[in-house]
T-cell receptor
């Protein structure tokens, strides 16, 4: 019940296209859902986050869509760029306690 | 402002040895968490400390221990190292605990056990 599932495992997108990564959870006690971007050899960097009382949050080219009834949330990257090529992790937490991470999606944006 | 700093950046140890990893949180942040990230997987929670008290512990053996100091820096200790302990160890810093708390990660310590 503490798992966060994430798909796809890998994603290839053309420059300028839309990248979509999906996550699903079971534990309805989760109250915070961040997305992290990680480049090889680096730590995860907070990209954008949402709370379950909001259905959508947009920051620049990045948008989180949240479906509380379906227990799903997704990251949309608009106008994808080669510099967006990285591994993306969704995560969930309860009251700021331990974050449960998805297995990650490796995104490659072709020039 | 400096971000989360971890030391050392890389470490090679032999099976059975002990290792200590260090983390300095963002200035003003009182919560530190530790995560283990095995290659190709998402980070797995090990410990969380807030105001020098343990607030959470993940599913890791007792060989793993941690503590937080009065200046909010933290150490992660691993005894009797196994080959399977080889991973990137990440420290995350938060200003508080509670709903919606953001966590910021350091660059990690790459531990290789041979």
């Amino acid at each position: 019940q503490q798992q966060v599932k994430q798909s796809p495992q890998s994603l290839i997108v053309q420059k300028g296209g839309i990248s979509i990564i999906n996550c699903a959870y079971e534990n309805t006690a989760f109250d915070y859902f961040p997305w992290y971007q990680q480049f090889p050899g680096k730590g995860p960097a907070l990209l954008i986050a949402i709370r379950p009382d909001v259905s959508e949050k947009k920051e620049g080219r990045f948008t989180i869509s949240f479906n509380k009834s379906a227990k799903q949330f997704s990251l949309h990257i608009m106008d994808s760029q080669p510099g967006d090529s990285a591994t993306y992790f969704c995560a969930a937490s309860i009251w700021g306690q331990n974050f449960v991470f998805g297995p990650g999606t490796r995104l490659s944006v072709l020039p | 402002d400096a971000g989360v700093t971890q030391s050392p950046t890389h470490l090679i140890k032999t099976r059975g040895q002990h290792v200590t990893l260090r983390c300095s949180p963002i200035s003003g942040h009182k919560s530190v968490s530790w995560y283990q990230q095995v290659l190709g997987q998402g980070p797995q929670f090990i410990f969380q400390y807030y105001e020098k008290e343990e607030r959470g512990r993940g599913n890791f053996p007792d060989r793993f221990s941690a503590r937080q100091f009065p200046n909010y820096s933290s150490e992660l200790n691993v005894n009797a190292l196994l080959l399977g302990d080889s991973a990137l160890y990440l420290c995350a810093s938060s200003s508080t605990t509670g709903g919606g708390t953001e966590a910021f990660f350091g660059q990690g310590t790459r531990l290789t056990v041979v």
